[in-house]
C-alpha cells in the first residue's frame, strides 16, 4: 500500500506519522517535502521506504491546492490501484489492515473512502510541542468536532482513492467519485507547538487572494483570542484517552 503526503513546513511529526500507518499496512511512503526539510525527513524516516520529492509545488497546498500530491500520484500510482491520501497531520483511524477493508469497499464499487476528522487538543487546550517518546493520542487526549461546530467547515475528506481520480479542493471532493457508505475517523493532530504562527500566515495569505475559507481561519484564531487557549469544553471536546502524566 502506497501513501502520498505533502509536507509544508514542519515536519516534526513525521515520526509518529510513518509508525501510525506502517501499523495499517502502509509500505512505502511518497513525500514531498520544500528543499530545506529533506535532510530532516530522510533522517526521520531512516527505517522506512520513503520517496522524497523536494522540486514540486509544496506551497499551493496552503491555499487548498493538491499539485504535489497530484504530481507524485500521476508518477507513481497505478489505473486501478489503491493508495491512501492524507495530510501529515491526519492520522486515519482503520479499524485493521487496510487490505481488509478493501473488499467490502469494492463489493460497493466505491472508489474513494472518506474520513470524517476529528481535532485532537491538548489537555489544557494549548498547542504543545509533539514528543516521539509517548503515544501521540496521549499527548492530545481530547476528540473535538471541532470544524464544523467552531469553523463552520467542511470536515470529510477523501483518504483511499482507487485509480488517478483528480482532486478537488484540500482532497474534499475527487472528479467521478463514488463514496464508500462507511466514513473512518481520523485523528487531526492540527494543534502542536507552531501550529499558531502558521494559521496566522495561512490566514494572511488567503485573506490577501480572497478565498472564501478566510473566515474559516479567521474564527480559529477569534476563538483562542477570546478563551486564551482551544476552550474544548464550549464546543464539544471529550477526552478519550488517559492523559500524559505531567513532568
Not at 470536515?155 to 467521478?176: C, T, W
Request: with cysteine; glycine share 6%; proline share 5%.
Amino acid at each position: 500500500m502506497k501513501l502520498f503526503v505533502c509536507i509544508v513546513s514542519d515536519a516534526r511529526l513525521l515520526p509518529q506519522f510513518l509508525s501510525h500507518y506502517t501499523r495499517f499496512g502502509v509500505r512505502e511512503f511518497h513525500i514531498a517535502v520544500p528543499p530545506q526539510l529533506a535532510n530532516e525527513a530522510l533522517r526521520v524516516s531512516a527505517d522506512h521506504s520513503v520517496a522524497l520529492y523536494t522540486a514540486l509545488d509544496v506551497d499551493d497546498s496552503v491555499t487548498g491546492g493538491t499539485a504535489a500530491v497530484s504530481a507524485m500520484r500521476d508518477a507513481e500510482q497505478g489505473e486501478d490501484e489503491w493508495v491512501v491520501v492524507v495530510d501529515l497531520d491526519e492520522f486515519v483511524e482503520f479499524r485493521g489492515p487496510i487490505a481488509d477493508l478493501l473488499p467490502s469497499v469494492e463489493a460497493e464499487d466505491a472508489n474513494v473512502v472518506r474520513g470524517v476528522m476529528l481535532d485532537r487538543f491538548a489537555l489544557d487546550g494549548q498547542p504543545t510541542p509533539v514528543r516521539n517518546d509517548v503515544p501521540i493520542d496521549r499527548q492530545y487526549p481530547v476528540r473535538a468536532r471541532f470544524i464544523p461546530t467552531v469553523m463552520n467547515g467542511a470536515d470529510y475528506k477523501g483518504v483511499l482513492v482507487k485509480g488517478r481520480l483528480r482532486a478537488a479542493v484540500a482532497h474534499h471532493i475527487f472528479e467521478g467519485e463514488r463514496v464508500y457508505s462507511q466514513q473512518l475517523e481520523i485523528s487531526h493532530y492540527k494543534w502542536t507547538e507552531s501550529a499558531l504562527e502558521r494559521l496566522q500566515r495561512a490566514y494572511e495569505i488567503v485573506s490577501a487572494q480572497g478565498i472564501p475559507w478566510a473566515r474559516e481561519y479567521k474564527s480559529i484564531l477569534e476563538h483562542y483570542e477570546q478563551h486564551g487557549r482551544f476552550a474544548w469544553e464550549t464546543f464539544g471536546g471529550e477526552i478519550v484517552v488517559t492523559p500524559e502524566p505531567s513532568a
